[in-house]
């Protein structure tokens, strides 16, 4: 199968929709003829012109308002924050109106609406442009929340996100962009709330969310020279979470971590280590653990920011010490 | 109602005044249900603005929409959702065109065009620009119309959404409540210039114009124009009403300090109902008694609405999660 990168592979998805349905339109800044900041749009202006890649003055609140209007009205924005710290000037209209007006209005308006911007530390962005918050989408009823790790996820799960009707995060981890990976070149699609086992293994189970599953898979092979049979699971969506592959894979091996570079209070890892002591707890031969980044704002020097990120020894230390217990 | 007397062409101009009065003794019923506890939670009237909804909506079409406020049942009303449906939703009942889901501050009607009044200042503007952006890209003629009021007019949506609506010819027409206060705060201690159309040319170059939001026929004769301008592709444009809310911001909330009772007292004398039943009689449109036979129909029209909404059932309580996302999700 052919390989390309992520971001190729998400832009094949946005513009395969483009071309079947006319009521997309992207919003964002240096969309346009530029072909956005980190490639997502390149060459579609060209085919679509300004009414479909529309570039925007810097009004994050605006042009999410906007959107919001324009898809309650018959068409389907896609905003592109470039980086998605950039959406926190937007929050009044995500939190109270985006994730509210399918349900304020007794499901008589759709919300097909796409949050797009990649996520996550890395090159030294500093704190402005290397948050990830997808916990506080997770955490408002009316979002779907998308954090693909590789190419191949990236399309599907952009695919539905732009045939569907309801608000979708779709949250690109910026170490994962240049990343290849096989993507056939016929048209797919992936379900939300569909995890999926990356690594099949028997003696623990690692939940890696977005670019942590590349990670706990390399960390994975070399303990398999050890001969520890990791498990890992990559949610894919984070709303709605695939809680039964979690339950059933710690049926399995008994024993859960959850590696998220997100802060730990109140984060993905808390959620799914309170569900499976809700449902799974019997099936548990040791506590369930989590490793997350500092609960920092993010540091500028490089010394301090790769401080703050679970790095390959730290997510090997975390599973040794998990199967250890 | 026989109408022998009016001349041909009256009844536009009659109906201003039907749907002014059916605004006007909704909101008083609503006022009296609040009082009684049948509304459980809160109700801001429209009573002294009813002008406004009704100009601008005249104009309108079924298929254009509206972007509404925390003061707008009289938009809804006059956008042609039912009394009935508007009572039934402040009494949080299944009737109610939010089906429970809103009360006063979100009601929905998109079948026939009300996108929603809201409890946040600002998003009315953003969305009705976003409206209008649709309908370009889509290429309909339909039209978009945002209301707000004075203290939506140094929030940043005001300028993030009128910026955008003008740089891209949106069809949109922004409609200013200038009530003088925004909640309790006075117009002229949040701005250095109270007057909004001027500020709107100024800043973006906008088709703008200030009218008297209480004369119906003004208001009407603007939006007249500006929905033109929306629907031949010619942009947006801002109509910058100034009214008088003569009840207090919500009901049931103390209405001193922050204006005088001698002001209010003006502004009643200025009732836009009142103002406008003189005129379609010195103008030979309708007779005392034709006008009398609107209200009591009005009258009629509204006890039967509260009615409905007070034997109407509440919604069935499994259904509270319903609706958050979209059916077959």
């Known amino acids: 199968m052919r390989e390309i990168t992520y971001t190729e592979a998400a832009r094949e998805a946005l513009a395969e929709q483009m071309a079947v349905d006319p009521s997309i339109f992207v919003v964002g800044e240096g969309i346009g003829e530029r072909g956005g900041n ?105 979002f779907r929340v998308a954090t693909p790790s590789n190419p191949y996820d990236a399309k599907g799960l952009l695919k539905t996100a732009l045939t569907g009707d309801d608000p979708v995060l779709f949250l690109e981890h910026k170490l994962l962009l240049n990343r290849r990976g096989p993507v056939p070149e016929a048209e797919y699609a992936l379900p939300f709330g569909q995890a999926a086992v990356i690594r099949e293994g028997s003696d623990a189970t690692v939940v890696a969310l977005a670019v942590m599953a590349p990670k706990v898979l390399d960390v994975c092979d070399e303990l398999a020279k050890d001969r520890l049979d990791i498990e890992v699971i990559d949610p894919r969506t984070l709303a709605p979470l695939d809680m039964a592959t979690i339950l059933e894979s710690v049926g399995k091996t008994g024993r859960l971590l959850i590696a998220d570079e997100t802060f730990g209070p109140c984060g993905i890892g808390a959620e799914i280590s309170a569900q499976v002591m809700e449902q799974g707890f019997d099936d548990l031969d040791a506590p369930i653990a989590r490793l997350n980044g500092v609960h920092t704002p993010t540091p500028y020097s490089p010394s301090l920011e790769s401080a703050i990120i679970p790095d390959n020894a730290a997510i090997e230390k975390a599973i040794r010490d998990l199967v250890a217990e | 109602m026989a109408n022998d007397r009016t001349a041909s062409g009256s009844e536009p101009l009659v109906a201003l005044y039907r749907m002014m009065v059916l605004i006007r003794r909704t909101e008083e019923q609503l006022a009296r249900a609040h009082q009684m506890g049948l509304v459980p939670g809160p109700c801001h009237t ?64 998109p079948e026939i065009g009300l996108m929603g009044t809201s409890g946040i200042v600002g998003p009315s503007i953003l969305q009705g620009a976003g409206a209008g952006y649709s309908f370009k890209l889509l290429g309909s003629d339909q039209v978009s119309v945002a209301f707000f009021g004075d203290g939506a007019v140094s929030n940043g949506a005001f300028h993030e959404g009128l910026n955008m609506a003008a740089i891209w010819d949106l069809p949109v027409i922004f409609v200013c409540e200038d009530n003088m206060y925004a909640t309790e705060v006075a117009f002229r201690d949040a701005t250095r210039v109270q007057d909004v159309a001027q500020r709107v040319r100024a800043s973006y170059d906008m088709a703008a114009v200030r009218v008297d939001g209480n004369d119906v026929l003004a208001v009407r004769q603007a939006a007249e124009e500006a929905v033109a301008r929306a629907r031949s592709g010619d942009g947006p444009s801002l109509i910058d009403c100034k009214t008088y809310r003569t009840r207090p911001h919500a009901e049931g909330m103390r209405d001193g300090g922050y204006r005088t009772a001698e002001e209010m007292a003006a502004w009643k004398q200025r009732d836009p109902i009142a103002a406008h039943a003189a005129w379609l009689i010195e103008a030979g449109h309708a007779s005392a008694a034709d006008l009398e036979a609107i209200e009591a129909e009005a009258t009629t029209t509204v006890n039967d609405a509260i009615e409905f909404a007070r034997s109407s059932p509440f919604p069935d309580p499994a259904t509270a999660a319903d609706f958050i996302f979209s059916a077959g999700a």
């Open chain 2, 46 to 109: 429209y009573v002294g603005e009813e002008a406004i909804a009704t100009g601008v909506c005249a104009n309108l079409r079924a298929d254009d929409v509206v972007f509404s406020t925390h003061r707008g049942h009289g938009h809804a009303l006059a956008k042609g959702v039912s009394p009935r449906a508007v009572a039934a939703e402040l009494m949080g009942k299944a009737t109610g065109c939010s089906q429970g889901r809103g009360g006063s501050m979100h009601l929905f009607a």
């Open chain 1, 38 to 142: 980190f490639n997502t749009t390149l060459g579609l202006y060209e085919k679509y012109g300004p009414m479909r890649l529309r570039d925007t003055p810097i009004v994050e609140r605006g042009f999410v308002g906007l959107c919001a209007g324009a898809a309650m009205t018959g068409s389907r924005p896609v905003v592109d924050f470039m980086f998605i710290d950039f959406i926190l000037d937007s929050m009044g209209e995500l939190l109270n109106q985006i994730s509210k007006i399918q349900y304020m209005s007794s499901g008589r308006i759709k919300m097909p609406i796409v949050l797009r911007g990649c996520i996550g530390i890395g090159g030294a962005a500093a704190t402005h442009h290397s948050g990830s918050y997808y916990p506080l989408f997770v955490h408002i009823p009316g």
